[in-house]
């Protein structure tokens, strides 16, 4: 096989060779099910578990791209708000910073008492969670604008409106949509947090109801069930960052 | 004295009134319609500040400021401006690069949708005449480093503003597309008759280009020599090597080696 051969079959390689290795292991310490599931266990619980780990998988990915689809267009507003005005971004930022600081897994209570267990808390976690990095680099990409390209502009009468349209958004969008990729990994943490905490469906609330029956290869299928998830929507974000930012990755298109 | 650009006894320091630093000192420079100035100096003397103060994107704290017969109070849109760095936006075609000020300034900015197919011929001569033609549709980061400074010429140019204000635009190149691109700016302005102010530190760039050089002392800025350069144009590139354009090269540079042991 060529380099780049090599290359594209290496994901599908090492994955199975981790999964290899992993059967091996447990074969060969003879390790008990309930500390380590060997991978053919896990393989034989998701065939037997199918129905209801698809149906609570759709559960988590809704409430996850929900609270995700919120966190977009809240930090893409307030990204642009506070890169627009520094006395916004004075502001704000401190605040932000002690907001992020909170673990979101101690807010989920509180979301609880408002809208009760379901749902919305995990919709409204996974929003949290993932709408810090947006806005972070939103700001910072229309932080960053050249100090050159500002003075070219505002010396033929550009309005603030004109440089932030022209210069400050389309520069910003490669930091937005780089900050896509982490913000929907988040997003599940977020979702997944809440529904152990407070749910009665969702892939998270699923794997609390296996662990307290020892059903633990179905414990390890959710885990499973959550990786492939986030690999797909991870790859989904990743596709529109390259077609729609391409320019900024010019190895691909130069 | 009345020039297309006036400056009269500008003062201008930066930061509060305590530990203020004083970057320019009753400083004066008048520059005729269509005439190409150049203002050298040691680093540090306040030469990008000038270049601000012209197109009226700082105010000075004391003295006055006249473009076009207009006293200066915010920027002004006759100018056009080009750095060092050539700025170019990575997203936007050279050709939409090339035309991005016409998005900005009036009449342009109200015609550019109606009148777009003549814009972009416009733009396209434009880039013909810096030796860029046909790379429109090439994106700048697919461009060389003295092609992407054409290009920024370019854009400068595109709305016809009667002053265009350079800062340093061939320090970062090579010293052969340095050379090619002083003859480029020669043509243009040769063509185009618009007036320029040229900030460079460069002295050959100065002569070689310029009716007038100003000399500026070290920090704070003022001028302590103004020098007129009388080669026949068209200058061939040749000149650079010939006596007299030396003895004028030796001059302004004793006259910059002084100010600077004086600071």
Redesign the interface.
Known sequence: MTQSRWITAAPWLWTVGLFVMWELVVRLFELPVYILPAPTDIWAAIVKYWSPIWKNSVQTLFTTVLGFLLAVVGGLALGLAIGWSRAIYAGLYPLMIGFNSVPKVAVVPILVIWFGIGTIPAVLTAFLIAFFPIVVNVATGLATI?P??E????????RKM?IML??GI??S?PYFFASLKVAITLAFVGSVISETVAANSGVGHMMLAAQSQFNVPLVWAGLIALAVLGIVMYAIMAWLEMRL?G??H?GN?? | MTGFVDLRNVRLSYGSSEDATLALDDLSISVRQGEFAAVVGPSGCGKSTLM?LA???IVPQEGTIEVAGHEVSG???V?????Q?P?M???RSTLSNVM??L????PHRARLRSQKAAYTRKAEELLELVGLGGFGDK?P??LSGGMQQRANLC??LI?DPALL?LDEPFGALDAFTREELWQVMRDLHAEKRFTVILVTHDLREAVYLADKIFVMSARPGTIIREKAVTFDRPRPIDLIYEHDFNEIVHELRDLIADARTVS
């Open positions: 050249e050159e390209m003075d070219v502009l505002r010396a033929l009468g550009a004109d022209k210069v389309p520069r969008m930012t320019w900024a010019r298109q130069g | 601000k197109t009226g994107l920027p002004v849109s100018a056009g401006m080009a750095f760095n700025s936006l990575p997203w991005l000020p998005e900005i300034v009036q994106f980061w697919q854009r400068a709305h204000m």
